[in-house]
């Protein structure tokens, strides 16, 4: 494994590397989000260097993968269904999900190494052993799902981008939407939960655009969260704030 060349990182941290974000047949893609904040405690360092690369879903980066060779889903969770988790944040939803559907496989996708090193530390104390991580772009990942290989998709609290003019980097976008919808199997569940207001406009327009139904009354409305639903941070935040979670469900159609 390369240096990642941020510093205060182990030299084992795998994150895209220079090469990778110059291969000739790289699309360019922008990430408008932050990649790191504060210094990583001593701890977050070991289980960066000490977990993550056991966790991988295998090869994701352009300098691994250069053809996009899919990923063998069946190899990684041994059949199981798989569910997919974009920007899982500090990972408290993911490791909740993974902790109560162990008959599932769980890949979440989140650049944010900070959060990723949460993560690792919520893993370590719950246990689960469903889950692998890639620490990058969900773009890149999208890119080496198979077709329809997976069952379930969370979109929870994506980064708002309240200015008109930077609508077009938000998730909801057709850029981020149709590889989701590829990777998805028809009658699949994908979740998006959002305290803006203007983000469930534009979900509400984009989502069904990329071949997604809206299920209004699922079996509650929006307002209600899912069953089995743990506030992200996030959304203790928002509703710190003052503001209300919107809970939408889609199916692929
Ligand atoms: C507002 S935070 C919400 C985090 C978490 N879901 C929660 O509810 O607490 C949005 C997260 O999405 C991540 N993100 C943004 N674009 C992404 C992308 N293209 N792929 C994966 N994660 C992304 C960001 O790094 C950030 O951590």
Known sequence: MRASGISGLPRRFPIATPRAMTHPERPHRNFYGRIRGKTLKKSQKAYLSE????????AVDWDENPEREPLDLDALFGGKPVWLEVGFGGGEHLVHQAASNPETGIIGAEPYINGVAMLLGKIRRAGVENLAI?????RDLMDVLPDNSIARAFLLYP???????????RFVTQEHLEPLARVLQPGAIFRVATDIADYVRQTLEEVPKAGFEWLAERPQDWRVAWDDW????????????GRVPHYLTFRKI
Do not use: F, N
């Open 51 to 58: 977990d993550l690369a056991p966790l991988s879903p295998g």
């Open 159 to 169: 980064d708002p981008w309240p200015k008109t003019r930077h609508h077009r980097r």
């Open 134 to 138: 890639h620490p990058g772009d969900a």
């Open 230 to 241: 743990i506030p992200t941070r996030y959304e203790q935040k928002a509703l710190r704030e």
